[in-house]
């Protein structure tokens, strides 16, 4: 029996182990200062400290067009494979495609009547 569990067993301790030991080496061989200092202390974004005169920080609109480009963008690659093999699956799939299309339409319109897309 343990013999067919090994696999999961090691799966496991390697799932473990991994990002336990990158933790461990970041603080190992880290070279930034321990203590604490005012200048730590102040928020930082995008590389811009925040007293620095003459920088545009970049808007939400910018960081919400990003985000739904992500997604529609990992959408794409959920309809690819499915499209390729709709022959082999038969009509559950393809309703199955009509369904996932119609909810992504559903999520560009609201998100056009939103005015996300709008670049000001």
Not at 8 to 31: C, N
Not at 69 to 94: H, K, R
Not at 110 to 118: P, T
């Amino acid at each position: 029996m343990l013999e067919n569990w090994l696999p999961f067993l090691i799966y496991g301790l390697l799932a473990v182990a991994i990002p336990t030991s990158m933790v461990v080496m970041s603080f190992v061989f880290s070279t930034r200062p321990r203590r604490r200092s005012r200048a730590r202390l102040l928020p930082f974004e995008s590389g811009v400290s925040r007293g620095v005169p003459n920088v545009k920080r970049f808007t939400v609109s910018f960081y919400l067009t990003a985000m739904l480009f992500i997604i529609f963008d990992i959408e794409i690659v959920f309809l690819y494979p499915l499209a390729v093999t709709l022959d082999a699956i038969g009509w559950f799939a393809f309703t199955e495609l009509l369904f996932f299309v119609a909810i992504l339409v559903v999520a560009y319109v609201y998100v056009w009547r939103k005015g996300a897309l709008e670049w000001q």
